[in-house]
């Protein structure tokens, strides 16, 4: 027994420990990320600033990385084609007072460790400067509006999407698609309550962890996303606890069984979400007011907000969404989920994104 115990023991540790690494790495491959970001904006800038000032043409670009390539040998990422997008990128970035000042910092540093370098970056639109260079490049080529490349940006980091899953997401237009809401928040709860549960919930989720490449039953779909629920979570969002699972609830001798089962701390409500294989249909709406109706009368606590219901299916129209919520008076929100699955995800790609570059 002693003996199963210590090995038990020896796994916990040999756990945290790999994840110490793990986390260590991440965080050396941001750092190192954010820096080799903040370098090709200041070469950008530089390059901008003289063509102001000297009239420069285009043709500075091939003769400066012919020279660089001479005096540093070693030196990669600094081709004809990337100093191009570097000039792009401080145009594009130019009114970046966070960038600047992170630029600043890098200048002074005097080969001393600069701690404060991610943290300054990551204001840079919170994002920009985390992301792989390929990202960016992306980003600049593909989406013209800031708003909406701010948010593709923001979901690169939260789900850890590679290039190409994003340029999958920009070509479906994913962005568009999140500007239409499908709930009735708005309606059903006080206003900051509703601001709140509007930034909360999506329109539509990725669920690819679940690697289901063919048509499954509403069973097995709740059945994969019980066993890997902290995927879930995060696909979620933050501030979401799991509570079950098939939770039931009884009420004048009938029973009813809510799909799944979330607390959101933030909050304070239930948060009740119902499976659906296919399309979305009005009645599914009339069941979740039921259920919420339900919660709030025997689950609620005495000092938490009204329970939430999510109806998450294959497909969604707004306009039938519409219709069918427009007269319940319980907070509802109908989103779509993805099963595509994405080749890589962003930790192992920041790694490979900077080795990359290393070569152009």
Same mark, same amino acid.
């Given at each position: 027994?002693?003996?199963?115990?210590?090995?038990?023991?020896?796994?916990?540790?040999? $756990?945290?420990?790999?994840?110490?690494?793990?986390?260590?790495?991440?965080?050396?491959?941001?750092?190192?990320?954010?820096?080799?970001?903040?370098?090709?904006?200041?070469? $950008? =800038?530089?390059? +901008?600033?003289?063509?102001?000032?000297?009239?420069?043409? &285009?043709?500075?670009?091939?003769?400066?990385?012919?020279?660089?390539?001479?005096?540093?040998?070693?030196?990669?990422?600094?081709?004809?084609?990337?100093?191009?997008?570097?000039?792009?990128?401080? %145009?594009?970035?130019?009114? #970046?007072?966070?960038?600047?000042?992170?630029?600043?910092? %890098?200048?002074?540093?005097?080969?001393?460790?600069?701690?404060?370098?991610?943290? +300054?970056?990551?204001?840079?639109?919170?994002?920009?400067?985390?992301?792989?260079?390929?990202?960016?490049?992306?980003?600049?080529?593909?989406?013209?509006?800031?708003?909406?490349?701010?948010?593709?940006?923001?979901?690169?980091?939260?789900?850890?999407?590679?290039?190409?899953?994003?340029?999958?997401?920009?070509?479906?237009?994913?962005?568009?698609?999140?500007?239409?809401?499908?709930?009735?928040?708005?309606?059903?709860?006080?206003?900051?309550?509703?601001?709140?549960?509007?930034?909360?919930?999506?329109?539509?989720?990725?669920?690819? !962890?679940?690697?289901?490449?063919?048509?499954?039953?509403?069973? #097995?779909?709740?059945?994969?996303?019980?066993?890997?629920?902290?995927?879930?979570?995060? #696909?979620?969002?933050?501030? !979401?606890? !799991?509570?079950?699972?098939?939770?039931?609830?009884?009420?004048?001798?009938?029973?009813?069984?809510?799909?799944?089962?979330? !607390?959101?701390?933030?909050?304070?409500?239930?948060?009740?979400?119902?499976?659906?294989?296919?399309?979305?249909? +009005?009645?599914?709406? $009339?069941?979740?007011?039921?259920?919420?109706?339900?919660?709030?009368?025997?689950?609620?606590?005495?000092?938490?907000?009204?329970?939430?219901?999510?109806?998450?299916?294959?497909?969604?129209?707004?306009?039938?969404? #519409?219709?069918?919520?427009?007269?319940?008076? =319980?907070?509802?929100?109908? &989103?779509?989920?993805?099963?595509?699955?994405?080749?890589?995800?962003?930790?192992?790609?920041?790694?490979?994104?900077?080795?990359?570059?290393?070569?152009?």
């Amino acid at each position: 027994m002693s003996n199963e115990l210590e090995h038990i023991n020896y796994q916990s540790l040999l $756990g945290e420990v790999k994840k110490a690494i793990q986390q260590a790495r991440l965080r050396t491959a941001l750092a190192v990320n954010t820096e080799m970001i903040l370098l090709y904006w200041q070469t $950008g =800038k530089m390059i +901008a600033e003289r063509q102001q000032q000297e009239g420069w043409a &285009a043709k500075v670009i091939p003769r400066l990385a012919s020279d660089l390539k001479l005096e540093f040998a070693d030196l990669k990422g600094f081709s004809e084609r990337n100093l191009g997008y570097m000039l792009r990128f401080a %145009l594009e970035y130019s009114e #970046e007072p966070i960038l600047q000042q992170s630029v600043s910092k %890098l200048q002074n540093a005097d080969n001393q460790e600069n701690t404060n370098l991610p943290q +300054a970056a990551a204001n840079l639109q919170q994002l920009v400067a985390k992301l792989p260079w390929g990202h960016n490049i992306l980003l600049m080529e593909k989406v013209k509006d800031k708003n909406a490349r701010f948010w593709y940006a923001q979901q690169t980091i939260e789900k850890g999407w590679s290039r190409d899953w994003l340029l999958n997401a920009i070509k479906m237009d994913s962005f568009s698609q999140t500007q239409i809401k499908s709930h009735n928040f708005e309606q059903t709860l006080p206003a900051v309550h509703s601001d709140y549960a509007n930034e909360v919930f999506k329109d539509s989720y990725n669920l690819s !962890f679940l690697g289901i490449s063919e048509q499954v039953k509403e069973t #097995e779909l709740e059945k994969r996303l019980v066993e890997k629920i902290k995927s879930f979570i995060l #696909e979620l969002g933050k501030g !979401f606890s !799991f509570i079950g699972n098939q939770y039931r609830l009884e009420y004048n001798n009938k029973e009813y069984f809510v799909d799944m089962l979330f !607390f959101h701390r933030g909050l304070q409500s239930l948060v009740a979400i119902e499976l659906k294989i296919g399309s979305f249909k +009005a009645e599914y709406v $009339g069941k979740m007011n039921l259920y919420l109706s339900l919660l709030d009368k025997l689950e609620k606590g005495e000092n938490e907000n009204q329970s939430i219901g999510i109806i998450l299916c294959a497909d969604k129209d707004h306009l039938d969404v #519409e219709i069918a919520l427009q007269d319940i008076n =319980k907070p509802i929100g109908v &989103a779509e989920y993805q099963l595509l699955i994405p080749k890589d995800r962003l930790q192992s790609l920041l790694i490979e994104e900077i080795k990359r570059s290393e070569h152009d």
